[in-house]
């Protein structure tokens, strides 16, 4: 039963353009999400998080949206640049700890030039 | 050297043998986790330290033994593997209370 859901095993966009990557949940107990990039042949990098007292984290080119009631996550990269091409994970936690961490099976994005 | 190191980085080996995987964190986390990645499922935790305790083992196969002897080295000894217990194998570390991994590069197994 997989609790952290990313039905998009790949995304194809523009460069320039916006970049959404969707992810959710099916426990309620998860409140702490994040996202992690990941390169081939490197391990996973963290990116961005986000609490559940928040529905939207910004960090540069990264904005996280939350929406607790639809459990779903997505991640925005704005303007999408040839370096974001990597597979993206989203994780989630109940209570914030690194212990408690369950993954998606990610997202490949591929920017096109 | 910074972060999280593993090592060997690309292991192969038969179903006979006995090998270990190493990992080493430079950040002064004080928790560290063994991820697998296989393909095409998602990362799967299969055993956590604590401050240098196990806290959590996902019904991982005694083949797979884990060992931690300080707050910076963590282990992953392998003996008698099957060929689909190749994959990528990922270490990290955190500070216990926090949410965010730090990754290593990880060590691609491949049992014959």
Same mark, same amino acid.
């Given at each position: 039963d997989q609790q952290v859901k990313q039905n998009s095993p790949s995304l194809s966009v523009q460069e320039g353009r916006i970049s959404i990557l969707n992810c959710d949940y099916t426990n309620s107990m998860f409140d702490y999400f994040l996202w992690y990039k990941k390169y081939p042949a490197e391990g996973p990098t963290f990116l961005i998080s986000i609490s559940s007292i928040k529905d939207k984290n910004e960090d540069g080119r990264f904005t996280v949206f939350l929406n607790k009631s639809a459990k779903h996550l997505s991640l925005h990269i704005v303007p999408s640049q040839p370096g974001d091409s990597a597979v993206y994970f989203c994780a989630a936690s109940p209570g914030g700890g690194a212990d408690g961490l369950t993954f998606g099976k990610g997202t490949h994005l591929i920017i096109q030039p | 050297?910074?972060? $999280?190191?593993?090592?060997?980085?690309?292991? $192969?080996?038969?179903?006979?043998?006995? +090998?270990?995987?190493?990992?080493?964190?430079?950040?002064?986390?004080?928790?560290?986790?063994?991820? +697998?990645? !296989?393909? +095409? +499922?998602?990362?799967? @935790?299969?055993?956590?330290?604590? @401050? =240098?305790?196990? $806290?959590?083992?996902?019904?991982? &196969?005694?083949?797979? !033994?884990? =060992?931690? &002897?300080? !707050? !910076?080295?963590?282990?992953?000894?392998?003996?008698?593997l099957q060929p689909e217990d190749s994959a990528l194998y990922l270490c990290a570390s955190s500070q216990i209370t926090v949410g965010e991994l730090f990754f290593g590069e990880g060590s691609r197994l491949t049992v014959l």
């Open positions: - | 050297e910074t972060g $999280v190191t593993q090592t060997p980085r690309h292991l $192969v080996m038969g179903m006979t043998n006995k +090998k270990s995987l190493k990992c080493e964190q430079h950040l002064g986390h004080n928790a560290m986790y063994w991820y +697998k990645q !296989s393909a +095409k +499922k998602p990362l799967e @935790l299969m055993f956590v330290y604590s @401050l =240098e305790e196990r $806290v959590e083992n996902n019904s991982v &196969p005694s083949r797979f !033994s884990p =060992e931690c &002897p300080n !707050s !910076s080295h963590l282990f992953l000894h392998l003996h008698t």
